[in-house]
């Protein structure tokens, strides 16, 4: 611990000595690109400097940064999807804002004046991951990447299970849209976690609160947006390798994609990519964690055609895990159960492997997206079908040599989306669709019940539009979904199957307001409804939730969900010097879905704590701030602070499992020390998790322990870009709980049982490789 120490001060020494040295390589440019004809800006478009070998992407406002430029002339290559590949050359001698204005095809590319002009997806308090942040978490869990979210949290079963929690909502009140599909892959309980490969997202976005008429029906807690980089159709190849090594499990993680734009065939590209991972048993402060070896193989493939008109895009994906669930959390009887709750250290003594043995779980996750996009006078058009295979299966602990799962699940979801933008109409500009679902679950003859048979088919239609006037940008959508599910439950001592059919249908709606006051500042307020039907596992669920040794116990009398949501948000910016964002929120939910810890059950497999899904009306009051400071230019400072009131209106009474409250803050050194060590940096972080103090008043009854006590973990970083022979490789060393601190956290569900992962040294390594020269001289 003390040489990572001295190794960070020895970087901020080097810093303040060479960073006076190096003013001619700290230009910073802010630049976008919009379209010609409206001013549109344009996203995703592919940036790339010739003299720099870096690659950029352009945001949802068009903008892209270029940051420590040295002074010189250089050539800049914009290419999009229906825009013809252009250079344009930009000589830079001081910091700097440029606009590009892009035309279609047979156009010219121009370099204009910036204007203020703002367009979003959506109106919508919402926080983003970029490129840089992606790949400074690469290696973990889309889950835990998402913590550095202000206002989002997780719902954890030890190191090797997470699924975000956005303002307090989990689960079935989350869509995560992957590559712009929804993901559907069983969602029965919090160590379920999404299967999706991290490597593949160039930007996450989360949009917090309720957000039901653009994404569906269930997103009353807010929607993730896992969006890759558009497909390269650029003539060449480019493409990168990630690395990674974890020094708690002693886990690799090795990650490469590369893509391909066709000479002979304009528009035309593609990009495979894959990672594998492999970990062992985690070490808590003092001990190993038994059987908590995690293994992931995963592959992806796109191809894509782009011209002025009309676009086309295949994309497959598959996902495969293999995850180990704490030997200890599965006990024989009460006693072994409360001696492993009252037990300061894990009941079950081990030592290093990468051996996965019961109890474990093995999923697989297949999806293929088919899309279709064309463009008129009238507006866009864009039709994309989807089709998505979730396999999972759960291995119980069992008395006979078996190699067959206790629970085989398979999940098959096909979607279809039919979506027009039309163009503007005057100041209004808007957006009309249609969705439809048609889902099975069904489980193989012989497995220990829990989520019985089901059918469920689906249809929607939606409409947005948005009228913008001077500073002032109003939007309005409304949303009508119908769901129905058939569902064969076997029931009573011979297991006879009976039938059950429920229909569910509603509308959603959602009105915001975004004022521009001044160009640094603005505000925005989003007053909108959802709702969700309630899921197959709350319905019905009636057994062993293994991965998180608990009984599960559905209600199949339960109602919707109704949601009702007030977001006010505003955000203060003064470049190159000081970002403020502050986020209040409040939400009410009538007939809420929560678990509940019931009595304790014996069973043949174990004895487990129970829970049961019960309803109540729910009121969740919260606020998110967050301020970035640049003290000097190489030094920035930030602080994040998060806080939730969840109320169980019925029983005028706190909610129970919801997160605590946090603060966050940090500092960060970056600096350069010559042309070949660039953007070096070092920085400090640490957060402090506040013991949950709101509960229930008969906790005590239905729950134990208590939530655990507040804490504090520090974690440090340190990397640099280093360029060789004109290409950059970016390495970077991060110390998670660098005083490795003992902790449990209330929304883990191993919290009974065992503290958190000790420290944790994070070595990374990306090589990005463009080949765009080799292309310009043939």
């Known amino acids: 611990m003390n040489r990572v120490l001295v190794t960070i001060g020895v970087w901020l020494c080097i810093g303040l000595h060479y960073a006076g040295a190096q003013d001619s390589c700290n230009i910073t440019v802010e630049c976008r690109v919009v379209e010609t004809h409206n001013l549109q800006p344009l996203f995703a478009v592919s940036v790339y400097i010739d003299e720099m070998k870096r690659e950029f992407e352009t945001d949802e406002d068009g903008r892209f940064q270029i940051a420590n430029a040295c002074a010189g002339t250089y050539h800049i290559h914009f290419h999009a999807a229906g ?7 930009v000589k830079l001698e001081a ?9 279609h095809i047979n156009k010219e590319l121009d370099e204009v004046v910036v204007a203020d002009e703002r367009t979003k997806i959506i109106i919508q308090s919402k926080s983003s991951m970029k490129r840089a942040d992606i790949t400074a978490n690469s290696g973990k869990t889309l889950g835990d990447m998402l913590q550095g979210v202000n206002g989002v949290s997780v719902l954890s079963n030890g190191a090797t299970i997470a699924k975000p929690v956005i303002h307090g909502l989990y689960g079935n009140r989350i869509i ?7 993901q559907e892959d069983q969602q029965w309980g919090g160590e379920h976690a999404p299967n999706i490969d991290p490597f593949l997202a160039n930007n996450i976005t989360v949009l917090k609160g309720a957000s039901g008429v653009r994404y569906g029906t269930d997103a009353i807690g807010g929607v993730v947006l ?21 020094s708690n499990n002693r886990m690799g993680v090795a990650s490469a994609v590369v893509e391909h734009g066709f000479k002979y065939i304009k528009g035309l590209g593609v ?21 908590t070896g995690t293994e992931e193989n995963n592959y992806s493939a796109t191809v894509a055609y782009k011209r002025a008109h009309f676009g086309a895009e295949v994309f497959y994906s598959h996902f495969n895990t293999q995850l180990g669930v704490y030997r200890g959390a599965h006990t024989g009887n009460q006693a072994d159960l409360m001696a492993a709750i009252d037990s300061d250290t894990p009941r079950i003594h081990t030592g290093f492997t990468y051996s996965i043995d019961r109890p474990m779980q093995q999923v697989q996750h297949d999806l293929l997206k088919l899309k279709l996009n064309t463009d008129n006078r009238a507006g866009a058009f864009s039709l ?3 089709y998505q295979h979730n ?5 119980d602990v069992i008395r006979s040599n078996s190699d067959k799962a206790q629970l085989n699940l398979t999940l098959n979801t096909q979607t279809m989306n039919l979506n027009f933008d039309h163009k503007a109409i005057g100041d209004f500009t808007g957006q009309a669709g249609i969705d439809g679902v048609y889902q099975e679950n069904f489980m193989q003859d012989g497995d220990r019940l829990f989520i019985p048979n089901y059918r469920s088919p689906g249809v929607a239609v939606y409409i947005i539009e948005r009228y913008r006037f001077r500073k002032l940008t109003l939007e309005a959508g409304l949303r009508y979904d119908y769901r129905h599910y058939e569902v064969y439950n076997p029931e009573g001592n011979n297991q006879t199957i009976v039938r059950y059919d429920f229909d569910y249908s509603n509308a959603s709606g959602t009105i915001g307001l975004r004022h521009k006051v001044k160009p640094n500042w603005e505000w925005t307020v989003t007053l909108a409804n959802a709702w969700r039907a309630p899921q197959a596992n709350e319905l019905f669920s009636a057994g062993l939730h293994h991965g998180s040794a608990r009984i599960e116990l559905g209600d199949k009398n339960l109602q919707p969900e109704k949601a009702y949501s007030l977001n006010f948000e505003t955000a203060y910016n003064v470049p190159e010097k000081l970002h403020v964002e502050l986020s209040l929120y409040t939400q009410y ?5 929560y678990l509940s810890p019931g009595a304790d059950v014996l069973t043949i497999r174990g004895y487990f704590k129970s829970f049961n899904y019960k309803q109540t009306n729910a009121w969740l009051n919260g606020a998110d701030a967050s301020v970035k400071y640049n003290i000097t230019k190489p030094l920035e400072a930030h602080l994040k602070a998060s806080f939730l009131f969840a109320r169980d209106i019925k029983q005028n009474d706190w909610l129970i499992l919801m997160p605590a409250d946090r603060i966050s803050a940090g500092v960060k050194y970056t600096f350069n020390i010559s042309k070949t060590f660039r953007e070096v940096f070092a920085g400090i972080d640490g957060r402090y998790i506040l013991r949950q103090w709101r509960i229930p008043a008969n906790f005590d009854m239905v729950d134990y322990p208590r939530p655990p006590a507040d804490y504090i973990v520090l974690d440090a970083e340190a990397g640099t870009t280093i360029i060789l022979n004109g290409h950059p490789v970016y390495f970077s060393v991060t110390v998670m709980n660098a005083l490795n601190k003992q902790y449990r956290d209330y929304l883990d569900a191993f919290r009974y049982f065992i503290n958190q992962p000790g420290t944790n040294v994070v070595l990374r390594l990306r090589v990005p490789f463009n080949f765009y020269g080799l292309i310009s001289k043939n």
């Open 271 to 291: 990009r495979l990519q894959g990672t594998f991972k492999q970990g062992g048993n985690y070490r808590i402060p003092g001990y190993w964690a038994a059987n």
């Open 589 to 593: 939910i009538n007939d809420f879905i």
């Open 95 to 103: 910091n700097a804002i440029l606009r590009f204005s892009l035309a």
């Open 176 to 182: 995560i849209l992957n590559n712009g599909i929804r």
């Open 391 to 395: 396999y999972r299966q759960e291995y």
């Open 226 to 246: 896992v969006e890759p980089s558009a497909v390269r159709t650029m003539q060449g190849w480019g493409g990168e390798v990630n690395l990674a090594g974890f």
């Open 384 to 386: 994309v079908y989807a």
């Open 83 to 89: 825009y013809e590949h252009l250079v344009k050359e």
